[in-house]
């Protein structure tokens, strides 16, 4: 019998209140973990003379990290055009799965987005630019931080705003998903579930497209709000104006995992050109009654490869969504459908009815296991938050991904979600949730898995507890 006891206490100071979180957890079984205790006690602390929690206002509380720099800033007569925001998430996440050698973990991620501003007035118009760096431990390579956007842009009210640079497509940032109202640490919409989970390869998809990352150079363009329709478009020339972020996806053999998860066989020497992305929004409705907001985005664009006598299809994809609310109450509902992106147009020969662990599987470039029928995958997503009062908000979520590798052969994967988060304060809150997955390769996906060095799982289910704070500075 194994026992684990992971301690951990996390201190955070914001104005006059001190708030003391402890997380305990004992994990108890053997390697088929047949028992599971899970234990997390928050406990917030009020230490000196502070306002009532349960009266006060959330919006006047106290100010952020940026708010109290622009703040002195003023105060010393310094009229500085630079502003940064961002948010960090700390989180210690334990899972259990019904997989040899890899029944249960325990880790400890921080997840962060820092962003600076430069902000110039100009008449009516406002100029500047702005870089985001995201931070990830436990995720990225030794937890280094990169560079995620670094645009120039011009905006104005009437108008809209312009970005040119390294910065999401529009189609990406309209993209309307079930976890567009989850709370905690977000399930499958968190983009990052499955690289703490065996995932059986291919069986996860992204619920945004998932060859549209922001990290390529592109223009794009919001409108301003018309009677409730808001319209994005952008322009990205090649994808591989990227390198400087440094994504490219795993070759066969390499079990280093890239954002992209190494999902898509065939994917790992495709590029795409001249793709265009687009996206429509309606809002409607009062915030204090009925409200909604209904969105259509589209990706289009060439297919390329940089083996020859290789092709691949060419870039389309779709997703349409919605959030409904009432009141305290909010849903939100999404469908993603990537078509065939990207997928190589040459078909392995070899036909593969059983997954044998004990055979070594090859798959050269032009040969990449998938037979006709094969596709990118889609996703379908639910979620349901209530705001139980100011501070406590809980949700539900439904996740559920299909990949294709043949007209009759594919991967599945199913997430449900629970959570709960509390707002102590402006700058800070915690939450805690329950993922339970399941997922399902069939033996094409496994045979690649095998041959790229990933997960070549078939059948597998595991439970995600996961405890954290959220920062915002």
């Known amino acids: 019998m194994e026992v684990k006891c992971h301690n951990i206490k996390i201190i955070i100071v914001m104005d006059e209140c001190i708030y003391i979180v402890y997380l305990h957890i004992d994990v108890v079984g053997d390697n ?5 205790v ?11 003379e502070a306002t009532d929690a349960g009266e006060a206002n959330i919006k006047d509380e106290g100010k952020l990290l940026n708010e109290m720099v622009n703040d002195k800033l003023k105060e010393e007569g310094i009229d500085c055009p630079l502003s940064f925001r961002g948010t960090l998430n700390f989180s210690t996440l334990f899972v259990s799965q019904d997989v040899k050698n890899n029944n249960d973990s325990c880790l400890f991620a921080l997840e962060g987005d820092i962003f600076l501003k430069n902000l110039n007035e100009c008449d009516q118009y406002n100029l500047g630019f702005e870089i985001g760096v995201k931070a990830s431990s436990g995720i990225m390579k030794q937890g280094s931080p990169i560079v995620r956007t670094a645009y120039v842009f011009a905006e104005s009210p009437k108008i ?9 497509t529009m189609a990406d940032s309209m993209t309307i998903n079930g976890g567009s109202v989850l709370v905690g640490y977000g399930g499958a919409a968190s983009q990052n579930l499955s690289l703490f989970y065996n995932e059986s390869a291919g069986s996860f998809v992204d619920q945004c497209f998932p060859f549209d990352d922001g990290k390529a150079a592109k223009i794009a363009y919001l409108s301003s709000s018309l009677a409730g329709f808001t319209l994005g478009v952008s322009f990205t020339p090649d994808s591989r104006s990227a390198n400087p972020f440094k994504t490219m996806h795993p070759k066969p053999r390499n079990p280093e995992i890239s954002e992209e998860k190494a999902n898509f066989p065939g994917m790992r020497t495709a590029y795409s050109k001249n793709i265009v992305t687009g996206g429509v929004a309606y809002e409607f409705g009062d915030s204090e009654a009925f409200n909604g907001k209904i969105a259509l985005c589209g990706w289009a664009g060439k297919g390329k490869t940089s083996v020859t006598g290789m092709e691949v299809d060419k870039i389309r994809a779709y997703n349409v969504g919605a959030v409904l609310g009432y009141k305290s109450l909010k849903l939100a509902l999404g469908y993603s459908d990537n078509c065939k992106s990207l997928r190589s147009k040459r078909y392995a020969t070899a036909d593969i009815s059983n997954f044998d662990e004990d055979r070594d599987y090859h798959f050269t470039d032009s040969e990449v296991g998938l037979k006709p029928g094969a596709d990118a995958g889609k996703t379908y997503s639910a979620g349901v938050s209530y705001a139980i009062n100011d501070r406590l908000t809980a949700s539900a979520g439904y996740f559920r991904s299909e990949v294709k590798f043949s007209s009759n052969e594919k991967s599945t994967a199913d997430v449900f979600s629970l959570a709960v988060e509390y707002v102590l304060h402006r700058s800070a809150s915690l939450y805690a949730e329950y993922d339970k997955i399941k997922s399902n390769s069939c033996a094409r996906a496994q ?10 799982t078939g059948k597998n289910q595991g439970n995600m507890f996961i405890i954290g704070a959220k920062i915002n500075i």
């Open 32 to 36: 088929k973990m047949k028992t599971i």
């Open 38 to 48: 899970f234990l997390a006690l928050l406990l917030s602390m009020k230490i000196c």
């Open 160 to 168: 809209g705003i312009l970005k040119v640079g390294f910065t999401p």
């Open 447 to 456: 045979a690649y898995g095998k041959a790229c060095g990933i997960s070549s």
